[in-house]
């Protein structure tokens, strides 16, 4: 397979790893830089995964994951996200990324198109492209003032060869949420276009520390046959190593979806899918405390940033990020995350790889313990202050 020049090395890795060696050598360097919580996985689901080895769930399940977890999978997205799902309708994935890469490999065509949003997850060019080389995206920019929808561009982008409309919300790396009045616009919007499929991914969904509403596409009776929902475990309940997620999509595609995840992963993991059906019954306190810890984290960034003319910052809704404007500083996001990680010793992300008109942003995690995060905000203050 020839890789396309959008199939680059994941810079944010690159990044986080640049961050891992600095650490290791001794230096206290905190990490903004991550796409993933800093918090360790409950131990109640650990124990399910060794659990479930010692009994012998060590063999092949069925390609599209245990029917006890896909039903509670859709016990949760009937409870949660009023997405009316079947067990059989669900497919358990390693990792939302797979299920996402499953889905464009199911649905898109030569020529196809696909309406992608950015700011975005940097996978998301590289896994079209792997999925259909010769696919077209066309990237719509959230709205610089306060990362809104711009509807005017989604609005000419969509036409008959657009096959598929790609969200995130709450969104990496700007951490909006879909308010209902622009899911009601997107309903209205593609109300005339009806072969135009909806992949939502909602991975950090659970991560709403602004208490703002989370709203599904797919529970939309107007997108409900021609939405994918993608979730998963790793995010929410701090599962990014154990490679789990899944993904719900209407009957006429489970098909061709199915097919590819029996020849690309057979399935996922048999004890890890244990665990998972573990993380169902962690209680409400786990989220709300780990959402408290986000809140408090991004009120201390955002006091910070209202101190400093030179910096901008739309506050964060939900996710785990916030995206800080940095271009009154004079230096682009490469050289502010270089010289921030040298300098003060904090890494974050450049805002230049979630999208190319993004190289005035830094993407800050804030799931971080609070006094570390703490402190590296007063770290980043002071080198704002030395050097702009
Ligand atoms: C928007 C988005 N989707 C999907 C993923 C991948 O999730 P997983 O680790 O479950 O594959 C990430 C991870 O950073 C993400 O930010």
Redesign the pocket.
């Known amino acids: 397979m020839e890789l396309g020049p959008e199939i680059i090395d994941s810079l944010e890795l690159k990044f986080s790893a640049l961050a891992r060696r600095k650490n290791q050598s001794g230096e206290k360097i905190i990490s903004f830089g991550l796409?993933?919580p800093d918090f360790p996985t409950p131990p109640p689901v650990v124990e399910a995964a060794v659990e479930a080895m010692r009994n012998g769930h060590t063999r092949y399940s069925n390609p599209l994951g245990l029917w006890e977890l896909r039903e509670r999978i859709c016990e949760k997205l009937e409870r949660e996200n009023g997405i009316h799902a079947q067990p059989d309708q669900i497919v358990v994935t390693?990792?939302?990324?797979?299920?996402?890469s499953l889905v464009l490999g199911a649905l898109l065509r030569p020529g196809d198109e696909i309406v992608n949003i950015t700011p975005?997850?940097p996978?998301y060019v590289p896994q079209i492209k792997i999925a259909e080389p010769a696919a077209r995206i066309r990237n719509i920019d959230l709205l610089k003032k306060n990362f809104g929808l711009n509807r005017d561009a989604l609005a000419s982008a969509i036409h008959p060869n657009v096959k598929a409309v790609l969200l995130?919300f709450p969104?990496?790396p700007t951490g909006k949420m879909l308010s209902a009045a622009d899911l009601d616009w997107l309903v209205t919007l593609l109300a005339d276009h009806r072969d135009c499929f909806v992949i939502s991914?909602e991975?950090?969904e659970r991560l709403n520390h602004s208490g703002m509403r989370h709203v599904s596409p797919g529970a939309r009776e107007e997108l409900a046959l021609r939405t994918i929902t993608?979730n998963?475990?790793?995010?929410a309940f701090s599962m990014?190593g154990w490679?789990?997620?899944y993904l719900y999509a209407p009957e006429s595609l489970i098909r061709p979806i199915s097919r590819l995840q029996q020849h690309m992963n057979t399935n996922t993991a048999t004890f890890v899918q244990k665990a998972a059906i573990a993380a169902f019954d962690i209680s409400s306190e786990y989220l709300d405390d780990y959402n408290a810890r986000l809140d408090r984290n991004a009120r201390v960034l955002r006091s910070m940033a209202e101190r400093h003319s030179t910096l901008g910052l739309v506050p964060s809704e939900g996710g785990l990020f916030a995206f800080l404007r940095i271009s009154g500083t004079g230096m682009d996001s490469d050289a502010f995350a270089t010289n921030l990680l040298e300098h003060a010793g904090v890494a974050a992300t450049p805002g230049i790889v979630f999208g190319r008109e993004w190289g005035d942003h830094v993407r800050i995690s804030l799931a971080i313990e609070p006094s570390e995060f703490e402190e590296g905000v007063h770290r980043l203050d002071a080198f704002v202050r030395s050097r702009c």
């Open positions: 796409g993933e390693p990792g939302a990324k797979m299920a996402l975005c997850y996978s995130n969104h990496n991914d991975i950090y993608i998963g475990f790793s995010k990014t490679r789990i997620g």
